[in-house]
């Protein structure tokens, strides 16, 4: 029974991955969709978010599936536990990928108020430390999962800096505010992806130790 529920834990571990990497490509195609103003890849990604919803219920599915019939000690149980919760954040980030999507097919035809120059550096920031999260995952690496929690504060200053430098263009254009308003909202759909990699980190710390942390302006602290 020890050897099946092993192998069973080894094929939901390549499913994540799988996931956690088509992520990965998921946000550099949003990000090159919007600097290019790429219709057909952003519709592309709108179009493909059920691909991710199916993946979490599929990996959901096996979770319950391997209670039911293995009857895991309590080290495993804490393992699909955290499982369930870090498909749940992976899927999260690519719901945001198709907002973004969404917003740059309402930008395709706009010439920009401004260089985009803070959100693509956002977004890339974004990309590694998802990169970074299923790295985590893959070593069950704690250390590497307290640094993508601290870098959440890298994301969040672009978050800031982005904000105050569109407030200053809608009093310069308030002929623009609307596409102002959309990049505000990319913004924020960048920074809520930030949030969701540094959950998917918390929990991988959970699994490997017990202990469930959460990251705010003081560091990690133990819920």
């Known amino acids: 029974m020890r050897a099946t529920l092993d192998n069973e834990l080894r094929s939901i571990h390549v499913d994540i991955i799988k996931m956690g990497t088509l992520i990965e490509k998921t946000i550099e195609e949003t990000l090159t969709a919007l600097v290019q103003q790429d219709a057909s890849l952003a519709k592309k990604i709108v179009e493909g978010d059920d ?35 870090i498909v749940t954040d992976l899927e999260r980030i690519a719901d945001h990928c198709q907002d973004i999507s969404k917003l740059t097919l309402d930008l395709v035809d706009k010439k920009y108020v401004k260089p985009l120059i803070d959100i693509p550096n956002m977004a890339k920031q974004v990309k590694e430390m998802v990169k970074m999260t299923i ?51 990319i913004a924020k759909y960048l920074e ?22 959460e990251a705010n302006s003081n560091g990690l602290v133990e819920k």
């Open 192 to 213: 809520r992806m930030a949030d969701h990699a540094t959950n998917v980190a918390e929990w991988v710390i959970y699994s490997v130790e017990g202990v469930h942390f």
């Open 51 to 85: 691909r991710f919803d199916e993946m979490e219920l599929e990996i959901e599915r096996q979770c319950i599936f391997l209670i039911a019939r293995q009857q895991p000690v309590a080290s495993d149980l804490r393992r699909i536990f955290s499982i369930v919760k």
């Open 135 to 185: 790295d985590c995952y893959i070593d069950q690496d704690v250390e590497k999962s307290k640094i993508v929690c601290a870098n959440d504060d890298i994301v969040d200053k672009y978050f800031y800096i982005i904000m105050n430098d569109l407030e200053l263009v809608m009093k310069e254009k308030p002929d623009e505010i609307k596409q102002c308003m959309d990049f505000m909202m």
